[in-house]
């Protein structure tokens, strides 16, 4: 699946815009992606998909979109040296392949959770039949990875730093379980011209209030 066409945007006026200092100040570093890595709560969730028979995977990611649409700044990209801001983002991620190599796919946001991980799976099924990458053109996703063998504290992402790339990063480790609750560790990664690290926090709030209640979009 091909995404296009998925939101609508607005150029942001550099000249008005709170953040034009920062964004100047930022925009031409070598490195300019910023991350933490935090653990989150997603009992409910977790539970949530196992009744209903969904994908964990999927439920998490889809928890991790609906925090993103509700931030500003997630949903903020660089594009040809200007701003712009999306109506709505939507994910993509590696895929494993049987042959334990990965391809990508991409999902479209939808606002309902079951619908969402029944769409992810379709498109799961079609990486894993294929044998080469696709990749999309567009900005207005955010790229998820799962490492679901490590519960993990830090970590870092292959970058062509020649290439402008503004597209936040999102990883989520493995699931443990401690009296009867489950945690995982997550990883976030945005562009320090468009996102601060009161931005993350605030993602990390609403994703956290998400994840204790699946049902809600």
Same mark, same amino acid.
């Given at each position: 699946?091909?995404?296009?066409?998925?939101?609508?945007?607005?150029?942001?006026?550099?000249?008005?815009?709170?953040?034009?200092?920062?964004?100047?100040?930022?925009?031409?570093?070598?490195?300019?992606?910023?991350?933490?890595?935090?653990?989150?709560?997603?009992?409910?969730?977790?539970?949530?998909?196992?009744?209903?028979?969904?994908? %964990?995977?999927?439920?998490?990611?889809?928890?991790?979109?609906?925090?993103?649409?509700?931030?500003? &700044?997630?949903?903020?990209?660089?594009?040809?040296?200007?701003? !712009?801001?999306?109506?709505?983002?939507?994910?993509?991620?590696? %895929?494993?392949?049987? &042959?334990?190599?990965?391809?990508?796919?991409?999902?479209?946001?939808?606002?309902?959770?079951?619908?969402?991980?029944?769409?992810?799976?379709?498109?799961?099924?079609?990486?894993?039949?294929?044998?080469?990458?696709?990749?999309?053109?567009?900005?207005?996703?955010?790229?998820?990875?799962?490492?679901? !063998?490590?519960?993990?504290?830090?970590?870092?992402?292959?970058?062509?730093?020649?290439?402008?790339?503004?597209? +936040?990063?999102?990883?989520?480790?493995?699931?443990?379980?401690?009296?009867?609750?489950?945690?995982? +560790?997550?990883?976030?990664? %945005?562009?320090?011209?468009?996102?601060?690290?009161?931005?993350?926090?605030?993602?990390?709030?609403?994703?956290?209030?998400?994840?204790?209640? +699946?049902?809600?979009?």
């Amino acid at each position: 699946m091909q995404p296009t066409g998925t939101s609508g945007k607005r150029e942001i006026d550099l000249e008005t815009w709170d953040r034009r200092a920062l964004f100047h100040f930022f925009k031409t570093f070598t490195e300019p992606l910023h991350g933490i890595c935090v653990r989150v709560d997603c009992t409910e969730t977790f539970n949530y998909a196992k009744e209903h028979r969904m994908s %964990v995977s999927a439920s998490l990611m889809h928890r991790c979109l609906a925090a993103a649409n509700l931030i500003e &700044n997630f949903r903020t990209r660089i594009i040809d040296g200007s701003v !712009w801001c999306f109506d709505s983002i939507f994910g993509g991620s590696a %895929v494993g392949r049987p &042959n334990g190599t990965i391809g990508f796919g991409y999902y479209v946001f939808r606002h309902d959770i079951q619908d969402f991980a029944r769409e992810a799976a379709l498109e799961v099924e079609r990486v894993r039949g294929r044998d080469d990458i696709e990749r999309y053109a567009g900005v207005d996703f955010i790229r998820f990875s799962t490492i679901p !063998w490590l519960d993990f504290t830090s970590i870092s992402h292959a970058r062509d730093l020649s290439k402008e790339d503004s597209v +936040p990063r999102i990883t989520l480790g493995k699931i443990t379980e401690s009296n009867g609750r489950r945690t995982l +560790p997550i990883s976030i990664h %945005v562009h320090h011209a468009l996102a601060d690290g009161l931005h993350v926090a605030q993602f990390v709030d609403q994703l956290q209030q998400l994840l204790a209640n +699946p049902e809600h979009s």
